[in-house]
Nanobody, 122 residues
Framework: QVNLRESGGGLVQSGGSLRLSCVAS????????MGWYRRPTPGSPREREM??????????NVAESFEDRFTISRGNAGNTMYLDMNRLKPEDTAVYYC?????????????WGGGTQVTVSS
């Protein structure tokens, strides 16, 4: 079991920045990977999408559509992950979720946080 708690969302103007944080109940070294995903608010035709991931070994991956504006990183505490979002656009408005994948028994399981709302005004 991994409990995840996101924070840092809010309302920001277009062009602004936000830092999202995710605190896990386990050290990242115990996980397969952690990542940020986002789901547009109701009514949007877009589906949930992967934003960025990181592995315990330090492999960072940001989806191509975000790599010029978003940065994923790991905190010094070992159980914290960040997403720095710059030059935000109204289409970045979404609920951002933290996900952790961990092996339980013989199988990988995914755990999700409750999400944090990001709203970008034009």
């Amino acid at each position: 079991q991994v409990n995840l708690r996101e924070s840092g969302g809010g309302l920001v103007q277009s062009g602004g920045s936000l830092r999202l944080s995710c605190v896990a109940s386990r050290n990242i070294s115990e996980l397969i990977y952690m990542g940020w995903y986002r789901r547009p608010t109701p009514g949007s035709p877009r589906e949930r999408e992967m934003v960025a991931t990181l592995t315990p070994g330090g492999v960072l991956n940001v989806a191509e559509s975000f790599e010029d504006r978003f940065t994923i990183s790991r905190g010094n505490a070992g159980n914290t992950m960040y997403l720095d979002m710059n030059r935000l656009k109204p289409e970045d408005t979404a609920v951002y979720y933290c996900k952790a994948s961990m092996t339980v028994g013989q199988w990988p399981y995914d755990f999700w946080g409750g999400g944090t709302q990001v709203t970008v005004s034009s």
